[in-house]
């Protein structure tokens, strides 16, 4: 297995300059209901070219419809990097609307609820066919579509896992909430997970339980990084972790089915 578990001392890193102006404001229309995005496209785009497609959601704290607020929070980490490669991908970052959640969990300390006892909610629902409309309007590898998310968006990003297993090449959910009882589904699905081991909002047990239950069935692509001392708001950490979007990339939604 490759470097399973660490556990790393919090030392907190400073917020990374804003890139919204990176992004242009779009909406999607599913029906009665309208879900907020922005989305980034690189300078360079060929429709000769297949382009890599990131999502990132967002927390409980950013819902709205100003489509900005989800920008306040470790997005920005990934374009701080002149060098990064996410400078190569279609980014795409939708905005829950405030009334909603990601994924409709009673609590966000539930982090081991049942999949089963709870419909996937209209704006996770409403993100996977923006993600086949985003397909039909650029140049999009399928063997290349990945999630990403902080708080409740790693609760989203986990529950796409769940759902939506072959839509992904792999993901990095950080110090979320996900159906333990799921995981022979995502054996084979690369994963970098992050969680602060002191998270009083949302209890790094439902992380530990979902890496416990891989590594027991032989997961061989879980990653997990346990923050000591870390509470609730390690994100800026975990995406500033060296090579973290260059792992990411490097998986093909292809490799875990040869």
């Known amino acids: 297995m490759e470097n399973n578990i660490m556990k790393v001392p919090f030392v907190p890193v400073p917020a990374a ?13 599913d029906g009665e209901n309208t879900l907020p995005y922005r989305i980034y496209v690189p300078t360079s785009y060929s429709a000769d070219k297949a382009y890599p497609l990131v999502l990132f959601f967002h927390g409980a704290g950013e819902r ?42 009673p609590a966000w300390t539930d982090t081991s609820y049942s999949t089963d006892e709870i ?38 990003t986990w529950d796409l896992l769940v759902r939506h297993t072959d839509l992904f090449a792999a993901a990095i959910p950080v110090c979320g909430g996900v159906d333990y009882r799921y995981a022979e589904r995502l054996r084979d699905m690369p994963i970098f997970t992050f969680h602060g081991d002191e ?13 416990n239950t891989l590594t027991d069935l032989g997961a061989e692509k879980i990653r997990c990084i346990y923050y000591v001392g870390g509470g ?25 089915m040869k």
């Open 17 to 29: 300059p804003s890139a919204l102006s990176l992004f242009r404001a779009e909406h999607f229309c």
């Open 199 to 211: 998270d009083p909002v949302v209890y790094p047990t439902g992380t530990e339980r979902m890496v």
């Open 64 to 105: 709205g419809i100003d489509n900005e607020a989800q920008f306040k929070n470790a997005i920005n980490q990934f374009f701080k990097s002149t060098d990064s490669p996410l400078y190569d991908c279609i980014v795409v970052a939708p905005q829950c609307p405030e009334d909603q959640k990601w994924v409709l969990v």
């Open 119 to 156: 419909p996937e909610s209209w704006p996770l629902a409403a993100a996977v066919k923006l993600i086949t409309r985003l397909k039909e309007t650029y140049s999009i590898d399928p063997d290349r579509v990945y999630s990403t998310g902080l708080s409740m968006g790693a609760f989203a």
């Open 232 to 256: 609730h708001g390690i994100w800026e950490n975990a995406f500033s972790t060296e090579g973290l979007f260059d792992w990411l990339l490097s998986h093909r939604r292809t490799d875990r």
